[in-house]
């Protein structure tokens, strides 16, 4: 049976291209359309254009909130990766797009559509530091900081989009090549698989609530704070000036949200594939050519700026050249030409510092980037450990290598046993031997070094392994909360839909699965955060009141500003603790009502069994997670967060083998009859 479905699989392998059906089949309507969309992409690429090039050469717009406007580059590459070929077919009678194309196609729609839901949440967030915090905000959003915040969608976007467009090349496609629709997107080339699309119609659900759900969380609560800050207020001046600087970003907000809601939150229907390709023409031109007629008409700076240019010549423009140059020579006067030249300090706009950090003084900005570069000079940390009385570092020392020893041998043991035995081996378990593994890493990651301080008087530790230590840390910690997450999302399919589960469960979904939590938590979360706390200056002391290396431990040892890194692990922790926990909660609000529909008492016995193990673990998990982090500050706080950090690390890792064994016939099946095996063998 199997040779035959690979071979099949293997035919359909043969479509080369596809037929786009476009907006209409009237061939009278074709010159029409060609002229009115050549017309509306004119002006997208002249207005996002003029933008751009007014924001790079007027230096009263060099600010956050114009910096933040690289959105018109973003409409701009969104509506070339559609237009052209969209009015090539317009005129062409072989109105096809190869499959090649079509992939690249589909990578960039949702890249660019990912990356700008990121962008206005920044864009919400820059407002919110604006109206609520602005004696602040030019030393907060400096250079570097926008910097860093516009390459996080950027790089979010496109990841996204390379892990989707590799889900749909994955796609089989063996009958009908036509699409009806005017570009290649994920839906329509769903309905031409032949394969199955399971995974695929998952990743797209789970990569567009994670993104959707985050951008517009950011989006509301940045909101929120600007409202209240709004209506205190008392001058009406000021009120309706910041009114007029948020007027801009609610109507683009409004209008690109309003339509992908449009566009996917309406029941389906018989006119729902022609009312689709009408609403995306709307996002895809319509509201990219009014993005810069938003940001322009009602904001006077742009106004400015613009009857600016239009008065400047060459000569006045070499004249203002010549005058920055000048400021920037008598600035640095005072400064040694050897730190000038190594921090590149030449190089720099003055206007352009000035103008981005209106109330910071240059001197301390470029005194602060030398010290931070002297101040790198710590090579090693002091790690205090769990207590300084000597009687007990023994008694310590026994206490955790047996919990370690344990903990090594349950979850090793458990492993093999799910390897050995074949009924054990279905997606629950599979799943849970992850589980084991990260649980194994995790502790691997904390508890030799713990042992090592106990019994040494040089209780340190270099800088590399620290970093190694918090790299080690932050990504198992992601792994296993998604893993927990994969186990509510296949608990659901086995008690929800027990007769599909064998076939939507298969061992290559379940493997494409795991895989995304390994990937996102050691090479993206992991290695970002650990690239914010390499970029941190230590000079002065280098005791750790912990155990082992963490970040929050770090940054009150750090000399240099901690704004990014603080911001980076409040934003990068509560998006994936939301979404793990949406994803279980979720989970759940579908599996007890379904649990209690089941008839038979023994089926809801075995089916509240099956998820006691699984809610345990969760409970126990993330219960000293928030313990942990959600504490008031007190002096009693760092010795209690040791405590529960090494609850969290030594014990849980130590207790999840025999929660999921102890009450677990099939495990305890598998134990009885491996210890069986080996007698009679021996």
Not at 91 to 117: D, G, P, R, W
Not at 383 to 402: M, N
Request: overall charge positive.
């Amino acid at each position: 049976m199997l040779v035959p479905k690979k071979m099949a699989k293997g035919n359909y392998t043969l479509v080369t291209e596809f037929i786009l059906l476009g907006l209409t089949d009237l061939p009278e309507l074709q010159p029409i359309l060609f002229l009115l969309f050549l017309v509306i992409y004119l002006i997208a690429m002249g207005g996002n254009l003029g933008m751009m090039v007014l924001i790079r050469i007027d230096s009263c717009l060099h600010s956050p909130m114009y910096f933040f406007a690289s959105l018109s580059c973003l409409d701009l590459c969104y509506s070339t990766n559609v237009t052209p070929k969209m009015l090539v077919n317009f005129l062409s009678e072989k109105k096809t797009i190869s499959y090649a194309v079509c992939l690249v196609q589909c990578y960039f729609f949702i890249a660019m559509v990912i990356t700008q839901y990121y962008i206005l949440a920044v864009m919400a967030y820059d407002r919110y530091m604006a109206i609520c915090n602005p004696l602040l905000y030019s030393s907060k959003k400096s250079k570097g900081v926008c910097i860093h915040l516009i390459a996080g969608p950027y790089v979010d976007g496109f990841l996204s989009g390379l892990m989707e467009t590799t889900w749909t090349y994955r796609l089989t496609f063996c009958g009908s090549n036509i699409i009806n629709h005017f570009c290649c997107a994920d839906p329509p080339l769903i309905q031409l698989s032949c394969s199955d699309t399971f995974t695929k119609e998952t990743s797209m659900f789970v990569v567009a609530g994670f993104n959707l759900s985050n951008s517009l969380l950011i989006f509301f609560i940045s909101y929120i704070f600007i409202l209240i800050a709004i209506l205190r207020m008392r001058s009406a001046e000021g009120r309706r000036k910041a009114f007029s600087t948020c007027g801009s970003h609610l109507v683009a907000v409004t209008v690109f949200y309003g339509t992908l809601f449009c566009m996917y939150v309406r029941p389906p229907m018989d006119k729902s594939v022609e009312q689709s390709k009408i609403i995306a023409v709307f996002y895809t031109f319509i509201s990219l050519m009014l993005n810069p007629v938003i940001y322009s008409l009602r904001n006077k700076d742009v106004k400015r700026a613009f009857r600016k240019l239009i008065r400047r010549n060459v000569f006045q423009s070499k004249i203002i050249l010549k005058k920055r140059l000048i400021l920037i020579k008598d600035f640095s006067a005072g400064l040694p030409e050897q730190v000038l030249i190594k921090q590149g300090f030449e190089s720099w706009n003055f206007a352009y510092i000035t103008t981005f950090n209106p109330q910071r003084n240059p001197s301390n900005s470029i005194l602060q980037k030398i010290m931070r570069r002297s101040f790198t000079s710590v090579s090693e940390f002091i790690l205090q450990g769990l207590t300084s009385r000597l009687e007990l570092q023994i008694l310590f020392f026994l206490l955790f290598l047996a919990i370690y020893m344990f903990t090594v041998e349950g979850n090793l043991g458990m492993i093999i046993l799910i390897q050995v035995n074949a009924w054990l081996h279905t997606p629950m378990y599979f799943f849970l031997s992850h589980l084991y593994f990260v649980d194994l890493c995790f502790s691997t990651s904390v508890t030799p070094k713990m042992l090592e301080t106990f019994l040494s008087e040089k209780k340190t530790i270099s800088y590399p392994a620290c970093l190694l230590q918090c790299y080690f840390f932050i990504a198992f910690v992601h792994v296993e909360i998604y893993v927990l997450a994969l186990m509510a999302f296949d608990l659901y399919m086995a008690i929800c839909n027990p007769l599909l589960y064998g076939s939507k469960m298969s061992k290559t979904v379940c493997t494409s699965l795991i895989t995304v939590p390994y990937v996102y938590g050691a090479l993206s979360t992991g290695l970002m955060e650990t690239m914010w706390t390499y970029n941190l200056a230590f000079c002065g002391p280098n005791e750790i009141n912990h155990f082992y290396c963490a970040d929050p431990l770090l940054i009150k040892l750090a000399y240099s500003d901690t704004y990014n890194k603080e911001t980076s692990m409040f934003v990068v922790a509560g998006c994936n603790l939301s979404f793990s926990l949406l994803i279980i909660l979720i989970s759940y609000l579908y599996i007890f009502p379904a649990i209690l529909r089941i008839c038979s008492t023994e089926g809801r016995h075995k089916a509240f069994s099956a998820c006691g193990s699984h809610l345990t673990a969760v409970t126990i998990f993330y219960a000293t997670l928030f313990f942990m982090y959600l504490r008031p500050p007190s002096k009693e706080s760092v010795e209690q967060g040791k405590m529960v950090a090494v609850f969290y690390t030594t014990v849980i890792p130590m207790l999840n083998p025999m929660i999921y064994s102890l009450r677990n016939k099939d495990v305890k099946e598998a134990f009885t009859k491996g210890l069986l095996r080996k007698k009679l063998l021996s």
